[in-house]
Nanobody
Framework: QVLLVESGGGLVQAGDSLRLSCTTSGRIFSMYAIGWFRQAPGKEREFVALINWSGGSTYYADSVKDRFTASVDSAQNTVYLQMNRLKPEDTAVYYC???????????????WGPGTQVTVSS
């Protein structure tokens, strides 16, 4: 089993930046890719970004492309999500998850972290 814990969330103003971390442990050798998702109150959990564990390829939702960047520090077993030019609509709980089958739906991911709150004020 892969264990994941997110950190780095907080309250910021529109236009600010935050860097989220996803620290992994457990059966790390079995991981292929890590996804970032977010869920705002009253909304479904939505895909944000995907990065393979080697860090060689990334994929982003259109809503965050050119503002968010995912990266991997394999020595630290940590995945990052650098979020720039934040907008109020980015406000959500952000989760990282271990991709177990090809796809970008939440059901394609196995282990999930508890989430970290990001709040962007206007």
């Amino acid at each position: 089993q892969v264990l994941l814990v997110e950190s780095g969330g907080g309250l910021v103003q529109a236009g600010d930046s935050l860097r989220l971390s996803c620290t992994t442990s457990g059966r790390i050798f079995s991981m292929y890719a890590i996804g970032w998702f977010r869920q705002a109150p009253g909304k479904e959990r939505e895909f944000v970004a995907l990065i393979n564990w080697s860090g060689g390829s990334t994929y982003y939702a259109d809503s965050v492309k050119d503002r968010f960047t995912a990266s991997v520090d394999s020595a630290q077993n940590t995945v990052y999500l650098q979020m720039n030019r934040l907008k109020p609509e980015d406000t959500a709980v952000y989760y990282c998850a271990d991709q177990v089958v090809a796809g970008l739906a939440p059901a394609d991911f196995g282990s999930w972290g508890p989430g970290t709150q990001v709040t962007v004020s206007s």
